[in-house]
């Protein structure tokens, strides 16, 4: 994997996943607080992220994170982004409804348009939604961390990405605990 490109700036980490059926709200809020369910463990990766500091000088953040949801109704939405909830029965569950959601909203031309700055891009999507991403090359070699199925780890490894086999619902602890290190490892 690539170092960071600016050493001496803060790491810019970008967090990505897909929608989940679990909306915990009924009005109209943020991308990370309307979903529950399978983002959980990712919304605990990021908030991790996010109040981690350095070992060598704990008044400093680790990095600074973002955190992007790809949207059965909206297309790639920042977590901070506002949205309303939409009937489950919308939410994306397999191959075709992920092709479909890409026609009408090309959530892989956001993807490819905001995380071009990233030092490392986690992406904790389903194995099909993962290899639209690689068959449109959206995301930067050598600077990738891809959950995902060990079917498409000979692609992460040709790309430069680390290759973490998908556990559990999103991340799984031991994964989320190794892509915490990454980040340490280029931060310090």
Not at 47 to 63: Q, V
Not at 92 to 118: H, R, W
Request: glycine share 4%; proline share 6%; charged share 30%.
């Amino acid at each position: 994997m690539q170092a960071k490109a600016y050493p001496n700036a803060p790491t810019l980490v970008c967090v990505i996943t897909n929608d989940s059926t679990v909306f915990l709200k009924t009005g109209v809020s943020s991308a990370f607080e309307m979903f529950g369910g399978r983002c959980t463990e990712v919304k605990k990766l990021v908030a991790r992220l996010d109040t981690a500091s350095m070992t060598n000088d704990p008044s400093k953040k680790l990095c600074e994170v973002s955190f992007g949801i790809i949207s059965s109704r909206f297309g790639y939405v920042p977590a901070d982004y506002t949205i309303m909830p939409y009937p489950k029965e919308e939410v994306m569950d397999s191959p075709e409804d992920y092709e479909a959601v890409q026609e009408k909203k090309n959530y892989l031309g956001m993807i490819d348009y905001t995380c071009k700055l990233f030092d490392r891009i986690v992406v904790c999507v389903p194995k099909h939604m993962m290899k639209m991403i690689m068959d449109a090359n959206v995301l930067p070699d050598g600077r990738v961390i891809a959950v995902t199925s060990p079917e498409l780890k000979a692609e992460c490894e040709k790309r430069d990405w680390m290759f973490l086999e998908r556990n559990g619902p999103r991340v799984g602890s031991e994964n989320a605990d190794i892509i915490f290190e990454e980040v340490r490892k280029i931060s310090e």
